[in-house]
């Protein structure tokens, strides 16, 4: 009998999708490697939205009809599925739904933290606002204001990591200033975090610390971080933590309570195109007390309040009903309801344990690639990673080997610096001087001497076949590296091409769809001059 896994792994949109490729006039099977960036859609999403909008499409929070309130129960119902998900406490947590991800997650906690209004006196003031300022502004706000703006001046410090994705690092800098940031170093021979230095920053500067800010999983090496263990060093400061969970939830079991209360999460943001649900929004869950009580942080208007005069309105004390206002992006919360409540049936353990087996073989076979680097430990035991890993081939730019592998073999994988450029640099080992050059390089527009890496990154429906493919094809590309690098060619961008090759066929655009649909033209991307049809 088919396990749950099994079937949910074989049920994603896409996975039989074969493309056209050069050299070979058969179409390859796509394999698709980067999932860190945006997984796949499984069915149990398509069926699921496919039977809401036929059976209760309708605008949410009304009682007026019916289909309105099984809107309404069903954005709830998964508000309660990504919160069981993570390990939320109904009754000290909140579960916002955000835009954009986990970078609007992040920058919905940075504006709560540090109001956009009362910015100026940390970012403006290195060595701290005058005493006089602070007071003047003090008397023009409320209780809570006061409050916030006296944990902002008592604690203007934030700590994040060198292994940060952009969307937990700008976001900070944004809040506090670049003076007030503090960066965690990473080894540059295993990738992983260097938690002594952690503790440095801490133990010298935690008085003054707001919040520790680092990844669940990096998305660039797959390394896990001991967050828990974070968790404490934070609290024993006085400091709270965020994780950004984005790459971590989708890949093992995430508890943001622990026995011990101080190796509890305070915040955890998410993805929903990362866990399955394209299209869907980000989360923040996170802890109740902190939010509750303060001024409305995003938009303001429908649904957010208890009463509108011309001359005031009233905000609700629900913290999800004041941060969601407006219609909400009804058809994505309800799909990250569908695969919070899929993988809490599968189990996140099961998911995690098969990945990893995978990941082992994954790390084995590039090893054996010849001229392969591969960044980060790859001892597992040693240094945890989930189902992500960075390499480069030697001899070839990392732009080169990304186009060949979907040219010639239909692989997908992603290249560049992954949103990461700090970390990607500490790896590689770019120095002051090398960075100056192909930072004024980039400045006008050449792209070409930019540092990168290429990424490949597994997900529920990732089999040991995939890695197969994979390891041949780089295998190939190994072999015939003076070859292709003749035959590429670079641009300014940083895009190469196959030189006199004709370009490879599209696969979808929405004029065609609708074209289709009417009856009229085939798909415009269906053929491609000297080229066998795509299917």
């Given at each position: 009998m088919q396990s749950a896994f099994d079937r949910f792994a074989k049920s994603f949109l896409g996975l039989e999708r074969r493309d056209q490729v050069f050299e070979d006039r058969a179409p390859r099977r796509r394999v698709y490697l980067d999932t860190t960036a945006t997984s796949l859609m499984p069915e149990v999403v398509w069926r699921g939205?496919?039977?809401?909008?036929?059976?209760?499409?309708?605008?949410s929070h009304t009682e007026a009809h019916r289909a309105g309130r099984d809107t309404t129960r069903a954005i709830e119902d998964s508000r309660d599925a990504i919160g069981r998900l993570v390990g939320y406490r109904r009754d000290s947590d909140v579960v916002l739904f955000t835009a954009n991800g986990a970078?609007?997650?992040?920058?919905?906690?940075?504006?709560?933290?540090?109001?956009?209004?009362?910015?100026?006196?940390n970012k403006r003031f290195p060595a701290g606002a005058p005493r006089e300022f602070v007071q003047a502004l003090a008397g023009t706000l409320g209780e809570t204001g006061r409050a916030v703006l006296g944990e902002m001046v008592e604690r203007p410090l934030v700590v994040v990591t060198m292994m940060e994705h952009h969307s937990n690092l700008i976001p900070w800098m944004e809040a506090v200033g670049h003076h007030n940031l503090r960066a965690v170093r990473v080894d540059p021979r295993t990738g992983a975090l260097n938690l002594g230095d952690l503790e440095r920053i801490l133990s010298t500067e935690g008085q003054r610390v707001r919040l520790v800010s680092v990844t669940g999983v990096s998305n660039v090496t797959g390394i896990v971080n001991p967050v828990h263990a974070i968790a404490r060093m934070a609290h024993a400061v006085g400091a709270q933590i965020l994780v950004d969970g984005a790459q971590w939830v989708p890949h093992g079991r995430v508890e943001m309570h622990a026995t011990d209360p101080s190796e509890s999460i305070d915040y955890l943001v998410l993805s929903g195109h990362k866990l399955y649900a394209p299209g869907s929004r980000g989360a923040l869950i996170g802890s109740l007390s902190t939010l509750s009580g303060r001024r409305c942080v995003t938009d303001v208007g429908g649904g957010m309040v208890e009463y509108v005069t011309m001359e005031d309105f009233e905000i609700k004390d629900d913290v999800a009903a004041r941060e969601e206002a407006g219609t909400p992006n009804?058809?994505?919360?309800?799909?990250m309801g569908l695969v919070g409540e899929t993988l809490l049936r599968i189990g996140m353990d099961v998911i995690a344990e098969r990945e990893h087996r995978l990941t082992e073989k994954l790390v084995r076979r590039l090893e054996r690639v010849a001229g392969l680097t591969l960044y980060g430990s790859t001892d597992l035991s040693a240094v945890p990673r989930a189902g992500v890993v960075s390499f480069n081939l030697a001899g070839l730019h990392y732009g080169l080997v990304a186009a060949y592998l979907n040219d010639f073999h239909d692989i997908a994988v992603r290249h560049g610096c992954f949103c990461a450029h700090p970390y990607v640099k500490a790896l590689i080992g770019v120095d002051g001087q090398t960075e100056a050059s192909y930072r004024r390089e980039m400045?006008?527009?050449?792209?070409?001497?930019?540092?990168?890496?290429?990424?490949?990154s597994l997900g529920v429906y990732s089999t040991e076949d995939d890695v197969e493919a994979l390891g041949e094809a780089l295998?190939?590309?190994?072999?015939?590296?003076?070859?292709?690098?003749?035959?590429?060619?670079?641009?300014l961008d940083g895009r190469f091409q196959l030189a006199g090759a004709p370009e490879l066929p599209t696969t979808y655009a929405v004029g065609d769809e609708v074209d289709a649909w009417l009856g009229g033209a085939a798909p415009r991307g269906a053929r491609a001059p000297g080229l066998v049809e795509t299917h």
């Open positions: 939205l496919e039977r809401y909008f036929d059976a209760a499409c309708a605008n970078t609007g997650a992040i920058n919905f906690l940075a504006r709560a933290l540090f109001p956009s209004e009362l910015r100026a006196v009804i058809p994505g919360s309800i799909a400045l006008c527009g050449d792209r070409r001497n930019v540092p990168g890496m290429v990424r490949a295998d190939r590309l190994a072999a015939r590296a003076d070859e292709m690098s003749g035959r590429y060619r670079g641009g």
